[in-house]
């Protein structure tokens, strides 16, 4: 079975600086998708940035970027340029792409919070 | 656009007593998800619908739980008897049907918070 590690529960960053948020995953699969949820305060989870893994090309989305590696089975997500908004939490999550199961496999999440 | 939504958005209820949880998917979105989230833990899936189909209930905790999407539109959650252990948020989403593995992406409701005492 999938999983997905989140090794950092909180993160801080001042505003305007960047940060970046970890994520492994472990899988025996050479296809698949992964996904960056974030879920501000009292509000609903939305997706950020989606990585599919036959392409070498890191996903990039305004602000938001995530580095990757394939083979190291990371996927690590940068915010540049933070601001007070980004503040939320912030979920990676897995989905095969064999066919089988459509579920999503998240993470435990990691807390941001962007100081003025 | 309307976005997935849910209802109720906050439960408290006794151990023993019954709560249905009910999620409206996106229009037009053939598949529907839930997941759950217990406290200081990951988001688990519980099971998706195509229309009114189950096509994974992989994720069902056990027979106290049961899901149904009457017509392929709303889909219900029912809990009963609650136990302690199925307080935590759960969590609607819904997505387009595409055939095949598309990583389509899943669009999330709010949640419910349910709390069992």
């Known amino acids: 079975a999938q999983t997905v590690t989140q090794s950092q529960p909180e993160m801080s960053v001042q505003e305007a600086e960047t940060v970046t948020l970890s994520c492994t995953y472990d899988?025996?699969?050479?296809?698949?998708?992964l996904f960056w949820y974030k879920q501000p305060p009292s509000r609903q989870m939305i997706l950020v940035i989606r990585?599919?893994?036959?392409?070498?090309q890191n996903a990039t989305e305004n602000r938001f970027s995530v580095n990757f590696q394939k083979a190291a089975k990371s996927f690590s997500l940068k915010i540049s340029d933070s601001q007070l908004g980004d503040a939320a939490m912030y979920f990676c999550?897995?989905?095969?792409?064999?066919?089988?199961?459509?579920?999503?496999?998240f993470g435990k999440g990691t807390k941001l919070t962007v100081n003025p | 656009e309307a976005g997935v939504t849910q209802f109720p958005s906050h439960s408290v209820i006794e151990k023993g007593q019954t709560v249905t949880l009910r999620c409206d998917p996106i229009s037009g979105h053939d598949n529907l998800y839930w997941y759950r989230r217990v406290m200081g833990k990951e988001i688990k899936f519980l099971l998706h619908f195509v229309k009114e189909s189950k096509q994974d209930e992989s994720g069902m905790p056990n027979n106290r739980f049961l899901a149904e999407r009457t017509g392929g539109t709303y889909s219900t959650l029912k809990v009963q008897p609650a136990e302690l252990e199925d307080s935590g948020v759960y969590f609607c989403?819904?997505?387009?049907?595409?055939?095949?593995?598309?990583?389509?992406?899943?669009?999330f409701g709010p949640g419910t918070r349910l709390l069992v005492l």
């Open positions: 990585q599919e893994a036959y392409k070498q």
């Open positions: 999550a897995y989905r095969s792409a064999s066919g089988g199961s459509e579920k999503l496999v």
């Open positions: 899988t025996s699969e050479s296809d698949y998708y």
């Open positions: 989403a819904s997505s387009p049907y595409r055939t095949g593995p598309t990583g389509e992406t899943q669009y």
